[in-house]
């Protein structure tokens, strides 16, 4: 074990994680970053496949991020954001607004996804009680959604693992059966199963409209669900359901926004604005922790009074929009302003298309499915019957051991192994990255 691993190990308790897996499982200080490639301590370098936890857009060390946060740093590293401002708070905040679908008008920062989730059923549950409909204090969420791991966020996701420990902390959110196309009939469209599953949904808003603040869902992706996947018309029908009854949409854009599936923002693909949007990760091209929420010009008016009032919305992180990580927000999306982005990574998207068609016949493969540049393939004990492999059986983290002896990481969720890289990983890298997951399934299935 080199000497960086032993002086983690003993002070550093790591997220997600059963630390004693480390007595078997190498634990990865990574001292540098290069583009799409992670370099530990020993010198080995590994393909960020995941783009480490999804925040990487560019790849890693992006010289105009870099230069913008340095930049920063110079003049102005934080100021509190309660009474004061900053420049690369507005200038993001400006951008945000232009970039995002019509409507989204104005900004509230936060300094993680959960934290943006937190802000954004805070904000849907106020606005009720501010005009006058206190009753509406319920969230209605999808089966197999997750949201972020504080207590709220927790709450209103539905990943067993993460959330059953936690059940009796946790406020009741009235559960919709997902879209998820997995389950879908066979010969069944994604576009008629969300269409049917949509249905189940309706029901449930016909009877709770009246005590529901918001619906809040992952549009297209359900990520830490085991890259879940839905066809963008249940967004469009979701959006009529919401007006129809005054219920609150939230949209948590956290993972897939700035432009993981295909288009910049998923809710472009189903042609509708929610009435907030959480977003994190990208913002920062993966440099530093920063989220948004973004809402109607509407609901912020309903906050906007006298202070005797009480109608302002008194939520508050010390970071609030830390001027780094706005810089480099603002770099990120000079860089989606200045370059092609989601023209050039119509290429990426057609190369994991293209690496995909070969796990569909493999035996143990029960499902593959891609939605822009996340590609997903589950491993399956019996394709036919759809029956999972036993989660003790630990077949992803197999996957995981070989891809990282090959100079990939390659973290699967669960039985799942998925890629969602860098947008600058080349053809080439791709194809490693297939032949690497290849190679893992097969030893990973055996026995
Ligand atoms: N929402 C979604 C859809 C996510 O994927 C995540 C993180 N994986 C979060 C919320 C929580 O974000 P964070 O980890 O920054 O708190």
Redesign the pocket.
């Known amino acids: 074990m080199s000497s960086l691993s032993q002086r983690d190990l003993s002070v550093l308790w790591h997220p997600c994680t059963q630390m004693k897996e480390h007595e078997i499982y190498p634990l990865l200080p990574m001292v540098k970053g290069d583009g799409v490639y992670l370099i530990d301590d020993q010198g080995n370098r590994y393909i960020d496949a995941i783009s480490s936890?999804?925040v990487n857009l560019f790849g890693h060390g992006r010289v105009e991020i870099k230069r913008a946060v340095q930049q920063q740093a110079e003049e102005l590293e934080h100021v509190i954001f309660s009474g004061c401002s900053n420049i690369p708070a507005i200038e993001l905040a400006e951008k945000l607004v232009a970039i995002t679908p019509k409507g989204l008008d104005r900004v509230f920062y936060a300094d993680?996804?959960?934290?943006a989730?937190e802000v954004s059923l805070k904000m849907s549950f106020q606005y009720w009680k501010n005009i006058g409909r206190p009753e509406k204090q319920k969230f209605i969420a999808l089966s197999n959604g997750?949201?972020?791991?504080t207590v709220g966020?927790l709450s209103v996701g539905d990943v067993a693992l993460y959330k059953e420990t936690y059940g009796p902390m946790l406020f009741d959110t009235i559960m919709a059966p997902s879209p998820d196309c997995f389950y879908r009939e066979q010969g069944e469209s994604w576009y008629d199963y969300s269409l049917r599953q949509f249905e189940k949904m309706r029901s449930l808003v016909e009877k709770h409209h009246h005590e529901t603040a918001a619906i809040i869902l992952?549009p297209l992706i359900q990520?830490?669900g085991n890259m879940r996947m839905y066809h963008p018309v249940y967004l469009t029908k979701l959006r009529d359901l919401c007006d129809e009854f005054n219920v609150h949409l939230i949209f948590?854009e956290?993972?897939v926004g700035f432009g993981r599936t295909g288009t910049l923002f998923a809710c472009e693909q189903a042609n509708v604005v929610p009435d907030f949007m959480?977003v994190?990760?990208g913002i920062t091209g993966g440099f530093l922790?920063l989220?948004a929420v973004l809402t109607r010009e509407s609901i912020y008016e309903a906050f906007y009074d006298d202070y005797s009032s009480l109608k302002g919305f008194l939520h508050s992180h010390s970071y609030t929009g830390n001027a780094l990580a706005c810089a480099a927000g603002v770099a990120t999306l000079n860089i989606f302003e200045q370059e092609p982005i989601l023209e050039n990574n119509k290429k990426l998207i057609n190369k994991l298309s293209e690496v995909a068609e070969q796990f569909v016949d493999h035996p143990f493969v029960g499902d593959v499915r891609q939605t822009g540049t996340v590609l997903a393939i589950e491993m399956m004990k019996d394709k036919k019957t759809k029956e999972a492999f036993d989660w003790r059986e630990r077949r992803g983290i197999r996957v995981y051991q070989h891809a990282l002896t090959q100079g990939a990481l390659l973290r699967p969720l669960a039985n799942v192994v998925y890629m969602m890289p860098p947008y600058v990983i080349t053809e080439e890298e791709i194809e490693l990255l297939a032949r690497v997951a290849w190679d893992g399934i097969n030893k990973a299935v055996k026995d």
């Open positions: 936890w999804w993680c996804g959960s934290a989730v997750y949201h972020g791991e966020a992952e990520c830490a948590d956290i993972a959480c994190s990760k922790p989220a």
